[in-house]
């Protein structure tokens, strides 16, 4: 298995942009996270879906971030209109079939800069 | 809530050193602890896990044992290595609750 696939992985772009962010989970996995990281802050969880649905998103800073999951295999995070605070490492992570539950495989991230 | 507390970072450690990264946890009922690490450039890789009370969960030389009654999960390593070098996160889970609750990471580097 290829892992959990992020694209892109870097992203520089300019204050008021949409931003869109996407994930690939391993194959057979049922659940899925979207985390941001930051020196800041550290690592938060903004929204996770279990089985394609959103469970909770009590994570998501604001209405400028929304994210969906399709299908079993894509899943999209969007920033509309972005700002420089947005910038941090964003990490798509899946968990579930053989590896069990509540343990996480995460992808690469992809690194934001708004300028 | 539920919560993490780990050892303030950066640890500066040499070659073949004992390492030990403290972790207690705040939880209600009796989550699942883990070890997470993330090497530079990296997102985070499971490193070792404990489900229960005096579990203890290993992996490349790394160790953490499920205290209760201290309600800790210390990692440790006998001699550590250059390659070591990376972010150690805490996190734990609650059952039926797929949610990870991560420390705020400490940052090791070993010195050759």
């Known amino acids: 298995d290829a892992g959990v696939i992020q694209s892109p992985r870097h992203e520089v772009t300019e204050m008021g942009q949409e931003v869109t962010l996407r994930c690939k989970p391993i194959?057979?996995?049922?659940?899925l996270f979207w985390y941001r990281q930051t020196m800041m802050r550290g690592l938060e969880l903004l929204i996770y879906?279990?089985?394609?649905?959103?469970?909770?998103d009590s994570g998501m800073p604001e209405d400028r971030f929304s994210a969906k999951m399709p299908n079993a295999s894509f899943s999209t995070l969007k920033i509309q209109p972005s700002e420089p605070r947005d910038s941090a490492v964003y990490f798509c992570?899946?968990?579930?079939?053989?590896?069990?539950?509540?343990?996480?495989?995460f992808g690469a991230g992809s690194r934001l800069t708004v300028l | 809530g539920d919560s993490v507390t780990q050892m303030e970072g950066p640890v500066t450690l040499s070659e073949e050193a004992f390492l030990t990264i403290n972790c207690t946890y705040t939880?209600?009922?009796?989550?699942?602890l883990f070890w997470y690490v993330q090497y530079p450039g990296e997102g985070l890789q499971l490193l070792l896990k404990?489900?229960?009370?005096?579990d203890k969960g290993s992996n490349k030389g790394f160790e953490a044992t499920y205290r209760k009654e201290t309600t800790s999960f210390h990692l440790e390593k006998g001699s550590v290595q250059v390659s070591d070098s990376a972010v150690y996160f805490c996190?734990?889970?609650?059952?039926?609750?797929?949610?990870?609750?991560f420390g705020t990471g400490t940052r090791l580097t070993i010195i050759p």
């Open positions: 996190a734990q889970t609650n059952f039926g609750n797929e949610k990870l609750t």
């Open positions: 194959s057979g996995h049922n659940s």
């Open positions: 404990a489900t229960k009370a005096d």
């Open positions: 879906f279990n089985n394609n649905v959103p469970i909770d």
């Open positions: 939880a209600t009922g009796y989550p699942s």
């Open positions: 992570a899946s968990s579930g079939g053989s590896s069990g539950a509540n343990v996480l495989t």
